[in-house]
């Protein structure tokens, strides 16, 4: 082997760990794998309220499983998952604001800036929304370091 090719496949070799240590996931799931508690992802959006899925009707983005209430809705969710999708992995968006990780109640959720967000209870909610656009700020700087940290 060429010292040029031994260089080339070291830097491959590199570029490839790098791309897979920051594929790490961190998703609020069940033990079967099924995020948000099978509520429908888009009746937030749609209806404004959450939804229960179905079995039937599922769809996997980024290593989690969503169920619908509707053919349409998932329709909706596979053209555009991440629109969909909760923020910070389906966890307390508060939660995370203040660097942990916190289970939901899916009666505490509200869309801010088109995004999803959940959190803890509907008073941790009202908390998150006394500077709604800080704690969001705050979130989106602290996901990626617990991502890191606690994400495999």
């Given amino acids: 082997m060429t010292r040029r090719h031994f260089t080339v ?3 491959s070799f590199f570029a490839a760990t790098v791309v897979f240590a920051a594929e790490k ?12 508690q099978g509520y429908d992802p ?3 959006f749609a209806v404004k309220a959450p939804v229960k899925g179905s079995p039937e009707l599922k769809s996997e983005y980024r290593g989690a499983q ?3 209430h509707s053919a349409k809705n998932k329709a909706l969710f596979d053209a555009e998952p991440a629109k969909y999708a909760p923020q910070f992995g389906g966890y307390c968006a508060f939660g995370v604001s203040k660097g942990k990780l916190v289970e939901v109640d899916v009666n505490a959720w509200q869309i801010v800036d088109g995004r999803l967000l959940l959190q803890y209870s509907p008073s941790v909610r009202d908390d998150f929304n006394k ?11 602290n996901w990626p370091k617990l991502v890191e940290k606690k994400g495999k």
Avoid: E, M, P, R
């Fill in 42 to 44: 888009v009746a937030f």
């Fill in 131 to 141: 500077d709604a656009s800080g704690n969001l700020k705050k979130a989106d700087v």
């Fill in 66 to 68: 969503y169920q619908f």
């Fill in 9 to 11: 496949s070291l830097f």
């Fill in 25 to 36: 996931s961190l998703l609020n799931l069940d033990k079967s794998g099924i995020a948000i």
